[in-house]
Protein backbone atom coordinates (compact mmCIF):
# COMPACT_ATOMS: atom_id res chain seq x y z
CA UNK A 1 0.00 0.00 0.00
CA UNK A 2 1.49 3.43 -1.11
CA UNK A 3 1.96 6.12 1.59
CA UNK A 4 -0.67 8.69 1.86
CA UNK A 5 0.55 11.70 -0.23
CA UNK A 6 -0.96 15.44 -0.05
CA UNK A 7 -0.23 16.48 -3.59
CA UNK A 8 0.12 19.64 -5.60
CA UNK A 9 1.17 21.12 -8.90
CA UNK A 10 3.42 23.68 -9.36
CA UNK A 11 3.79 25.40 -12.84
CA UNK A 12 6.59 26.92 -13.48
CA UNK A 13 5.77 30.67 -15.09
CA UNK A 14 8.81 30.79 -17.90
CA UNK A 15 6.35 29.00 -20.39
CA UNK A 16 3.37 27.11 -20.85
CA UNK A 17 3.81 23.42 -19.50
CA UNK A 18 3.22 20.24 -21.70
CA UNK A 19 0.14 18.42 -21.52
CA UNK A 20 -0.04 15.88 -18.87
CA UNK A 21 -1.86 14.41 -15.95
CA UNK A 22 -1.57 14.84 -12.62
CA UNK A 23 -1.60 11.80 -9.79
CA UNK A 24 -4.86 12.36 -7.90
CA UNK A 25 -5.71 13.67 -5.71
CA UNK A 26 -4.40 17.50 -6.39
CA UNK A 27 -5.35 20.08 -3.65
CA UNK A 28 -3.76 23.69 -3.06
CA UNK A 29 -0.53 24.56 -2.05
CA UNK A 30 0.83 27.56 -0.05
CA UNK A 31 2.95 29.63 -2.49
CA UNK A 32 4.24 32.22 -1.04
CA UNK A 33 6.41 35.27 -3.15
CA UNK A 34 9.40 36.95 -2.23
CA UNK A 35 11.18 39.89 -3.17
CA UNK A 36 14.05 41.34 -2.82
CA UNK A 37 15.58 43.88 0.14
CA UNK A 38 17.13 46.26 -2.17
CA UNK A 39 14.38 47.31 -3.68
CA UNK A 40 13.56 50.07 -1.80
CA UNK A 41 12.97 53.48 -3.20
CA UNK A 42 14.99 53.70 -6.84
CA UNK A 43 17.85 52.14 -5.79
CA UNK A 44 17.74 48.50 -6.64
CA UNK A 45 20.59 46.18 -6.32
CA UNK A 46 21.61 43.89 -9.67
CA UNK A 47 19.97 40.13 -9.75
CA UNK A 48 21.87 37.09 -10.49
CA UNK A 49 20.11 36.81 -13.48
CA UNK A 50 21.16 40.16 -14.51
CA UNK A 51 24.90 40.25 -13.67
CA UNK A 52 25.48 37.07 -15.63
CA UNK A 53 24.14 38.52 -18.90
CA UNK A 54 20.55 36.09 -18.82
CA UNK A 55 17.94 38.65 -18.44
CA UNK A 56 17.29 42.44 -18.01
CA UNK A 57 13.80 42.26 -15.32
CA UNK A 58 14.18 41.51 -11.65
CA UNK A 59 13.20 37.50 -10.39
CA UNK A 60 11.05 36.94 -7.82
CA UNK A 61 11.25 34.29 -5.50
CA UNK A 62 8.42 31.36 -5.40
CA UNK A 63 9.15 29.46 -1.82
CA UNK A 64 7.08 26.25 -2.58
CA UNK A 65 5.94 24.25 0.64
CA UNK A 66 5.98 21.59 1.57
CA UNK A 67 9.10 19.08 0.89
CA UNK A 68 9.40 16.78 -1.21
CA UNK A 69 8.88 16.86 -5.49
CA UNK A 70 8.44 15.01 -8.32
CA UNK A 71 9.39 16.21 -11.83
CA UNK A 72 7.72 14.91 -14.72
CA UNK A 73 6.92 16.40 -18.08
CA UNK A 74 7.49 19.73 -17.61
CA UNK A 75 5.69 19.87 -14.28
CA UNK A 76 7.18 19.67 -10.38
CA UNK A 77 4.75 17.79 -8.22
CA UNK A 78 5.21 18.47 -4.78
CA UNK A 79 4.57 15.89 -1.67
CA UNK A 80 3.81 16.14 2.27
CA UNK A 81 4.88 12.51 3.09
CA UNK A 82 2.96 11.35 5.37
CA UNK A 83 4.77 7.80 6.74
CA UNK A 84 2.35 4.80 6.64
CA UNK A 85 2.93 3.12 10.18
CA UNK A 86 2.55 -0.62 11.26
CA UNK A 87 0.48 -0.47 14.36
CA UNK A 88 2.89 0.24 17.47
CA UNK A 89 5.72 1.18 14.93
CA UNK A 90 7.54 4.39 16.25
CA UNK A 91 7.20 7.79 13.80
CA UNK A 92 10.85 8.28 12.06
CA UNK A 93 12.42 11.50 12.99
CA UNK A 94 12.74 13.14 9.97
CA UNK A 95 8.73 12.27 9.38
CA UNK A 96 8.05 14.11 12.32
CA UNK A 97 10.93 17.30 11.70
CA UNK A 98 9.57 20.58 12.04
CA UNK A 99 9.45 23.10 9.70
CA UNK A 100 12.90 25.02 11.55
CA UNK A 101 14.44 22.06 10.76
CA UNK A 102 14.15 21.25 7.08
CA UNK A 103 16.48 21.89 4.28
CA UNK A 104 16.44 25.13 2.63
CA UNK A 105 17.43 24.82 -1.27
CA UNK A 106 17.51 28.46 -3.38
CA UNK A 107 17.94 28.45 -7.41
CA UNK A 108 17.50 31.53 -9.59
CA UNK A 109 16.46 29.91 -13.15
CA UNK A 110 16.34 32.46 -15.40
CA UNK A 111 15.54 32.29 -19.56
CA UNK A 112 16.08 28.78 -21.12
CA UNK A 113 16.88 27.67 -17.56
CA UNK A 114 13.90 25.69 -16.92
CA UNK A 115 14.94 21.92 -17.70
CA UNK A 116 17.79 22.21 -15.87
CA UNK A 117 16.57 23.71 -12.70
CA UNK A 118 13.68 20.99 -12.62
CA UNK A 119 16.63 18.15 -12.94
CA UNK A 120 18.45 19.65 -10.57
CA UNK A 121 15.37 19.59 -7.97
CA UNK A 122 14.48 15.75 -9.43
CA UNK A 123 17.90 15.05 -8.01
CA UNK A 124 17.81 16.62 -4.51
CA UNK A 125 14.77 14.60 -4.10
CA UNK A 126 15.91 11.30 -5.57
CA UNK A 127 19.06 10.93 -3.39
CA UNK A 128 17.83 12.92 -0.24
CA UNK A 129 15.65 11.79 2.99
CA UNK A 130 14.84 14.97 4.75
CA UNK A 131 12.26 17.38 4.36
CA UNK A 132 13.08 20.32 1.83
CA UNK A 133 11.78 23.49 1.16
CA UNK A 134 12.14 25.06 -2.35
CA UNK A 135 13.10 28.69 -2.85
CA UNK A 136 13.20 29.31 -6.83
CA UNK A 137 14.08 32.48 -8.35
CA UNK A 138 12.24 33.15 -11.77
CA UNK A 139 11.81 36.60 -14.28
CA UNK A 140 8.64 38.19 -13.45
CA UNK A 141 8.21 42.05 -12.51
CA UNK A 142 8.01 43.31 -9.34
CA UNK A 143 4.82 43.74 -7.58
CA UNK A 144 4.30 47.62 -6.55
CA UNK A 145 3.03 47.04 -3.16
CA UNK A 146 5.62 44.47 -2.35
CA UNK A 147 8.68 47.65 -2.74
CA UNK A 148 10.18 46.72 0.52
CA UNK A 149 10.42 43.04 1.70
CA UNK A 150 13.21 41.48 3.56
CA UNK A 151 13.93 38.17 1.59
CA UNK A 152 13.51 35.12 3.68
CA UNK A 153 13.55 36.67 6.57
CA UNK A 154 12.70 34.00 9.01
CA UNK A 155 15.32 31.13 7.04
CA UNK A 156 18.24 30.27 9.14
CA UNK A 157 20.19 28.77 6.21
CA UNK A 158 19.87 28.30 3.00
CA UNK A 159 22.08 25.90 0.28
CA UNK A 160 21.84 27.72 -2.92
CA UNK A 161 23.09 26.20 -5.98
CA UNK A 162 23.35 27.08 -10.07
CA UNK A 163 20.55 25.21 -12.26
CA UNK A 164 23.28 23.30 -13.90
CA UNK A 165 24.13 21.50 -10.48
CA UNK A 166 23.17 17.82 -9.70
CA UNK A 167 23.36 16.01 -5.92
CA UNK A 168 24.35 12.35 -6.17
CA UNK A 169 24.13 12.00 -3.26
CA UNK A 170 21.90 13.00 -0.18
CA UNK A 171 21.01 17.04 0.40
CA UNK A 172 21.43 16.23 3.99
CA UNK A 173 24.99 15.52 3.89
CA UNK A 174 26.13 19.01 2.87
CA UNK A 175 23.77 20.38 5.14
CA UNK A 176 26.00 19.09 7.77
CA UNK A 177 28.49 20.83 6.88
CA UNK A 178 26.61 23.79 8.73
CA UNK A 179 27.82 22.38 11.82
CA UNK A 180 31.25 22.53 11.19
CA UNK A 181 31.34 26.70 10.86
CA UNK A 182 33.39 28.47 13.71
CA UNK A 183 31.97 31.35 15.29
CA UNK A 184 32.82 33.81 12.37
CA UNK A 185 32.28 31.53 9.21
CA UNK A 186 28.60 32.31 7.90
CA UNK A 187 29.09 31.03 4.12
CA UNK A 188 30.75 28.24 2.36
CA UNK A 189 32.13 27.49 -1.17
CA UNK A 190 34.53 25.32 -2.66
CA UNK A 191 37.76 26.40 -4.71
CA UNK A 192 37.37 27.66 -7.83
CA UNK A 193 40.15 25.60 -8.76
CA UNK A 194 42.80 23.07 -7.00
CA UNK A 195 46.04 24.54 -8.80
CA UNK A 196 46.15 28.56 -8.71
CA UNK A 197 48.57 29.19 -11.24
CA UNK A 198 46.26 27.41 -14.17
CA UNK A 199 42.91 28.98 -12.41
CA UNK A 200 40.95 31.43 -14.22
CA UNK A 201 41.36 34.74 -10.86
CA UNK A 202 44.66 33.93 -10.69
CA UNK A 203 45.50 34.57 -14.22
CA UNK A 204 42.97 37.44 -15.17
CA UNK A 205 41.33 39.15 -12.57
CA UNK A 206 41.45 42.98 -12.57
CA UNK A 207 39.39 42.97 -8.79
CA UNK A 208 40.71 40.98 -5.89
CA UNK A 209 39.44 37.97 -5.05
CA UNK A 210 39.52 35.13 -2.36
CA UNK A 211 42.73 33.07 -1.32
CA UNK A 212 45.04 31.85 -4.16
CA UNK A 213 42.38 30.35 -6.42
CA UNK A 214 38.98 32.37 -5.80
CA UNK A 215 36.01 30.39 -5.04
CA UNK A 216 33.21 29.36 -7.21
CA UNK A 217 29.59 30.40 -5.87
CA UNK A 218 27.81 27.81 -8.45
CA UNK A 219 27.26 25.89 -4.67
CA UNK A 220 26.85 28.15 -1.73
CA UNK A 221 25.70 26.94 2.03
CA UNK A 222 24.88 30.08 3.86
CA UNK A 223 24.25 30.93 7.40
CA UNK A 224 21.64 33.93 6.82
CA UNK A 225 21.34 34.62 10.35
CA UNK A 226 24.48 35.82 10.75
CA UNK A 227 24.62 37.37 7.53
CA UNK A 228 21.88 39.77 8.40
CA UNK A 229 23.59 40.34 11.81
CA UNK A 230 26.60 41.12 10.49
CA UNK A 231 29.61 44.00 9.33
CA UNK A 232 32.03 43.55 6.33
CA UNK A 233 34.90 44.82 5.90
CA UNK A 234 34.73 46.71 2.18
CA UNK A 235 36.99 48.68 0.18
CA UNK A 236 34.39 51.72 0.31
CA UNK A 237 34.46 53.08 3.69
CA UNK A 238 36.92 52.28 6.92
CA UNK A 239 33.81 50.97 8.90
CA UNK A 240 31.78 47.82 8.05
CA UNK A 241 28.62 47.23 6.39
CA UNK A 242 25.52 45.13 6.48
CA UNK A 243 25.16 42.87 3.39
CA UNK A 244 22.60 44.72 2.07
CA UNK A 245 24.09 48.06 1.94
CA UNK A 246 27.48 47.15 0.49
CA UNK A 247 26.06 44.99 -2.28
CA UNK A 248 24.66 47.53 -4.47
CA UNK A 249 28.18 49.80 -3.75
CA UNK A 250 30.17 47.14 -4.56
CA UNK A 251 28.83 46.55 -7.51
CA UNK A 252 28.83 49.94 -8.73
CA UNK A 253 32.90 50.06 -7.73
CA UNK A 254 33.77 47.06 -9.38
CA UNK A 255 31.12 46.67 -12.24
CA UNK A 256 33.50 47.23 -15.47
CA UNK A 257 36.16 44.53 -13.92
CA UNK A 258 33.30 41.81 -13.43
CA UNK A 259 33.09 38.98 -16.00
CA UNK A 260 31.34 36.28 -13.30
CA UNK A 261 28.39 38.60 -11.97
CA UNK A 262 27.57 37.30 -8.32
CA UNK A 263 30.58 34.82 -8.46
CA UNK A 264 33.36 37.95 -8.79
CA UNK A 265 31.01 40.17 -6.07
CA UNK A 266 31.57 37.09 -3.70
CA UNK A 267 35.11 36.68 -3.95
CA UNK A 268 35.51 40.79 -3.69
CA UNK A 269 33.53 40.60 -0.14
CA UNK A 270 35.25 36.95 0.60
CA UNK A 271 38.97 38.70 -0.39
CA UNK A 272 38.11 41.93 3.13
CA UNK A 273 36.33 38.79 4.83
CA UNK A 274 38.51 35.95 4.97
CA UNK A 275 37.16 34.83 8.09
CA UNK A 276 33.64 34.43 7.46
CA UNK A 277 34.24 31.52 4.72
CA UNK A 278 34.21 28.28 5.68
CA UNK A 279 35.89 26.67 2.11
CA UNK A 280 34.68 23.21 1.13
CA UNK A 281 36.39 20.35 -0.68
CA UNK A 282 35.77 19.91 -4.62
CA UNK A 283 33.99 17.05 -4.42
CA UNK A 284 30.98 19.30 -3.23
CA UNK A 285 31.21 21.58 -6.40
CA UNK A 286 33.34 18.98 -8.95
CA UNK A 287 32.83 20.38 -12.66
CA UNK A 288 34.68 20.21 -16.13
CA UNK A 289 37.97 21.53 -15.05
CA UNK A 290 38.57 18.84 -12.17
CA UNK A 291 38.45 16.31 -14.85
CA UNK A 292 39.63 17.62 -18.57
CA UNK A 293 42.83 18.88 -17.91
CA UNK A 294 43.74 15.55 -15.63
CA UNK A 295 42.12 14.45 -11.62
CA UNK A 296 42.70 17.12 -9.76
CA UNK A 297 40.34 16.60 -7.16
CA UNK A 298 41.60 13.69 -4.57
CA UNK A 299 38.94 14.08 -2.33
CA UNK A 300 36.59 12.88 -5.28
CA UNK A 301 38.40 10.31 -6.06
CA UNK A 302 38.54 9.20 -2.52
CA UNK A 303 35.07 9.80 -2.05
CA UNK A 304 33.50 10.22 -4.98
CA UNK A 305 31.57 13.19 -7.10
CA UNK A 306 28.69 14.04 -4.27
CA UNK A 307 27.62 17.80 -6.27
CA UNK A 308 28.11 17.73 -9.84
CA UNK A 309 28.35 20.92 -11.64
CA UNK A 310 28.00 20.99 -15.27
CA UNK A 311 28.99 24.62 -16.19
CA UNK A 312 29.95 25.67 -19.62
CA UNK A 313 26.98 24.21 -21.13
CA UNK A 314 28.20 20.26 -21.01
CA UNK A 315 25.03 18.96 -20.10
CA UNK A 316 23.96 19.92 -24.01
CA UNK A 317 27.23 19.73 -25.99
CA UNK A 318 29.17 16.76 -26.65
CA UNK A 319 32.44 18.46 -25.07
CA UNK A 320 32.23 16.20 -21.94
CA UNK A 321 29.83 13.01 -22.58
CA UNK A 322 30.26 11.50 -18.91
CA UNK A 323 28.68 14.77 -17.63
CA UNK A 324 25.83 14.94 -20.38
CA UNK A 325 25.49 10.79 -19.35
CA UNK A 326 24.67 11.70 -15.89
CA UNK A 327 22.54 14.70 -16.54
CA UNK A 328 20.14 12.86 -19.61
CA UNK A 329 20.22 9.85 -16.76
CA UNK A 330 18.62 11.69 -13.83
CA UNK A 331 16.27 13.29 -16.29
CA UNK A 332 14.36 10.29 -18.00
CA UNK A 333 14.64 7.81 -14.73
CA UNK A 334 10.72 7.73 -13.71
CA UNK A 335 10.68 8.00 -10.03
CA UNK A 336 8.55 4.80 -9.85
CA UNK A 337 11.15 2.63 -11.47
CA UNK A 338 14.04 1.10 -9.84
CA UNK A 339 17.17 3.09 -9.04
CA UNK A 340 19.58 -0.01 -10.25
CA UNK A 341 17.73 -1.24 -13.44
CA UNK A 342 16.76 1.99 -14.71
CA UNK A 343 19.66 4.70 -13.82
CA UNK A 344 22.83 3.07 -12.33
CA UNK A 345 23.08 0.29 -14.56
CA UNK A 346 22.29 2.10 -17.93
CA UNK A 347 24.76 4.80 -16.93
CA UNK A 348 27.25 1.99 -16.14
CA UNK A 349 26.79 1.31 -20.29
CA UNK A 350 26.61 4.93 -21.27
CA UNK A 351 30.00 5.63 -19.25
CA UNK A 352 31.77 3.04 -21.03
CA UNK A 353 31.17 5.38 -24.62
CA UNK A 354 32.98 7.74 -22.84
CA UNK A 355 36.03 5.92 -21.88
CA UNK A 356 38.42 7.88 -24.81
CA UNK A 357 37.55 11.21 -22.99
CA UNK A 358 39.84 12.48 -19.97
CA UNK A 359 36.68 12.74 -17.76
CA UNK A 360 35.57 9.18 -18.83
CA UNK A 361 38.99 7.67 -17.85
CA UNK A 362 37.59 7.55 -14.40
CA UNK A 363 33.97 6.85 -14.27
CA UNK A 364 34.10 5.31 -10.60
CA UNK A 365 34.35 9.29 -9.58
CA UNK A 366 31.11 9.60 -10.84
CA UNK A 367 29.26 6.74 -9.69
CA UNK A 368 30.64 5.86 -6.42
CA UNK A 369 27.93 8.01 -3.89
CA UNK A 370 25.56 6.63 -6.02
CA UNK A 371 26.73 3.24 -5.33
CA UNK A 372 26.46 4.33 -1.18
CA UNK A 373 23.22 6.08 -1.68
CA UNK A 374 21.68 2.97 -3.58
CA UNK A 375 23.52 0.56 -0.32
CA UNK A 376 21.71 2.70 2.08
CA UNK A 377 17.99 2.71 0.60
CA UNK A 378 18.65 -0.98 0.40
CA UNK A 379 20.05 -1.51 3.81
CA UNK A 380 16.91 0.59 4.69
CA UNK A 381 13.76 0.03 2.60
CA UNK A 382 14.43 -3.85 2.14
CA UNK A 383 16.66 -5.50 5.86
CA UNK A 384 15.33 -2.87 8.17
CA UNK A 385 11.58 -2.82 6.93
CA UNK A 386 11.57 -6.74 6.08
CA UNK A 387 14.08 -8.01 8.49
CA UNK A 388 17.26 -10.33 7.46
CA UNK A 389 15.61 -13.54 8.26
CA UNK A 390 12.90 -12.79 5.74
CA UNK A 391 15.48 -12.34 3.43
CA UNK A 392 16.33 -15.35 0.71
Not at 84 to 99: I, K, Q, T, Y
Not at 195 to 200: F, H, L, M, S, T
Request: glycine letters at 4%.
Amino acid sequence: MPHPLSQVAFKSNFHGTREGSFPAPVTAAKVTKLFPSWASGSQQAPDSCVLAGKSQSPPTALTVTPATARVNAGYMVLFSEQEELRPGEPRSFHAVLPPKLWIHLAVVACGNRLEETLVMLKSAVLFSHRKMHFHIFTEESLKPEFDKQVILKDVDSLLYVDTDVLFLRPVDDIWKLLRQFNSTQLAAMAPEHEIPKIGWYSRFAQHPFYGSAGVNSGVMLMNLTRIRSAQFKNSMIPTGLAWEDMLYPLYQKYKNAITWGDQDLLNIIFYFNPERLYVFPCHWNYRPDHCMYGSNCKRAELEGVSVLHGNRGVYHDDKQPTFKALYEAIRDFPFQDNLFQSMYYPLQLKFLETVHTLCGRIPQVFLKQIEKTMKRAYEKHVIMHVGPNQMR
